[in-house]
């Protein structure tokens, strides 16, 4: 029987050492919920990195024992492959390029040639769990030469990838010295996916442009076989979000919370650590916010979480330098005795507490620069059950283009974004529920498990399709 592999940077368990003990926590990410219910089935499993470097072996084989249990493979990277395969070329060439702070990428052949070499792994560590036939799922801009690596060793496995960060328009993407090898490794697979329309269409260009094929409706044909490229927006377990926001434990967090927090309007600002997020251009808007609107001054709190992410990198740590400057500048202006306008938090916490900061927060700012999708947003959404709360949400996310009920902004345009805090502070009750209602709707029907199915389903007719190509 043809089984599922699915394939990330990360598996959906994080390792960490304590004590000399290996701790093994699950992954709380949209990707992993998604897949949960299918990767633990029969003999599907799931290849990638457990987020530590282990060299010793046998710590090794104590982790491929533990895991395996889940159906999960890991591959070890070693410290050399974190710092030039992830922290490198993954996160100071691609993520910069993709997201289009293409004057933050490095561009180093020592970096590449690691990429090629960890990509090389993944297929290796793939190649020893696949049969010919079975389907392999790819994921992210990390593992971009691996669907060609294995359709060379595996011609009539079925290879689907996608991509959870946006894809750059032509103009910005062949600025990449290696840009026809990664556009090589991707045509691997039998079906490419994106966030969104435009993010499919920019690839379409590239194709067309540095390689010469093309195709209609986002078929594209190599001569020797067909692909299909699509768009599929990423949903959110839905009901996850909302359950956990009506149990008691979150209701009583938000209560407390609240109370601590002490102004009647509650800001809420989540973000990984990433200048892709607009961090010091939302804290910007705020300022001026409260310098315009001085009888805010004492009833409103931006509740601000930071989540630390890939601090070994240079623009990471700059930026947290950055943000700590801000939120201080801001507060040592603004505050009093009784009142301090930003409340900020660098750490990670947990899901209920996450929830309970949405449910306090009557007005939610989302404001990336650039965002293949975001979840964040869709998870404020979700968790709003008494549909009383307003969505600030930046065009340049992926998710815009489905919650056109929010108030979409520019995350340039500092001033509209005032305005926009202003909006949303004002808006009447029944304005906000419909507007929520219609965002609730969207997202409970298109969640995490309808894309799931929606790709494989995508998949398997791009395969039956080609079949009929090839006889025809
Ligand atoms: O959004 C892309 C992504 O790679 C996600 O898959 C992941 O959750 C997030 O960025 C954080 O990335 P990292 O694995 O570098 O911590």
Not at 95 to 114: C, K, R
Not at 211 to 232: A, C, E, K, P, Q
Not at 258 to 281: F, H
Not at 447 to 466: A, E, P
Request: hydrophobic residues 40%; negative net charge.
């Amino acid at each position: 029987m043809a089984k599922l592999i699915i394939v990330s940077n990360r598996l959906p368990v994080k390792l960490q050492e304590k004590d000399g003990k290996l701790k093994y926590s699950p992954s709380e990410g949209g990707l992993a919920t998604g897949l949960g219910s299918i990767y633990k089935k029969k003999d599907n499993l799931w290849i990638g990195w457990p987020g530590m470097v282990i060299e010793d072996e046998q710590k090794q084989k104590t982790v491929i024992e533990e895991i395996r249990k889940d159906n999960m493979y890991p591959v070890f990277l070693t410290e050399n492959e974190v710092k030039e395969f992830y922290e490198g070329f993954s996160n100071e060439t691609l993520w910069p390029t993709f997201h289009y702070f293409s004057q933050y990428a490095i561009y180093e052949q020592d970096l590449w040639d690691t990429y090629v070499e960890v990509n090389q792994k993944y297929c290796d560590e793939i190649l020893k769990h696949a049969s010919p036939n079975d389907t392999i799922w790819v994921h992210d801009y990390q593992l971009l030469l691996l669907p060609s690596m294995l359709r060379e060793k595996l011609p009539d496995a079925t290879i689907g990838f996608f991509q959870h960060i946006p894809f750059p328009s032509y103009e910005v993407f062949r600025l990449l010295p290696w840009r026809k090898e990664i556009l090589e490794g991707m045509l691997g697979a039998d079906l490419v996916g994106f966030h969104t329309y435009d993010d499919m269409r920019h690839f379409l260009s590239s194709v067309n442009r540095l390689i010469g094929y093309g195709g209609m409706h986002g078929w594209i044909n190599t001569g020797t076989r067909s692909l299909l490229v699509d768009s599929f927006p990423m949903g959110i377990d839905y009901e996850k979000y909302s359950e956990v926001a009506a149990s008691e434990k979150v209701l009583k967090l938000e209560e407390q919370y609240r109370k601590n927090v002490g102004t009647e309007n509650i800001i809420i600002s989540i973000d990984r650590l990433d200048y892709s997020k607009g961090i010091p251009q939302r804290l910007q808007a705020f300022e001026m916010f409260l310098e315009r609107y001085p009888e805010f001054h004492g009833k409103v709190t931006l509740v601000m979480l930071v989540v630390p992410s890939r601090d070994a990198v240079e623009k990471y740590k700059e930026l947290k330098e950055e943000v700590d400057e801000l939120v201080g500048r801001i507060n040592g202006k603004y505050s009093d005795i009784n009142w301090n306008p930003i409340q900020y938090f660098y750490r990670s916490l947990p899901l209920e507490v996450l929830s309970a900061f949405y449910r306090m927060a009557n007005v939610a700012l989302v404001t990336p620069m650039r965002d293949g999708m975001n979840l964040v947003c869709k998870e404020y959404v979700a968790s709003k059950l008494d549909q009383k709360g307003v969505l600030i949400l930046s065009e340049m996310a992926g998710a815009s283009k489905e919650l056109s009920d929010a108030l979409l902004i520019n995350p340039n345009d500092i001033n509209k974004m005032v305005e926009a805090l202003h909006e949303a502070l004002t808006m009447p009750e029944e304005e906000q529920k419909m507007h929520m209602a219609v965002m609730q709707d969207t997202l409970k029907r298109y969640n995490i498990h309808h894309w799931v199915s929606l790709f494989m389903d995508r998949l398997s007719y791009v395969k039956i399709k080609q079949m009929s190509l090839e006889t025809s």
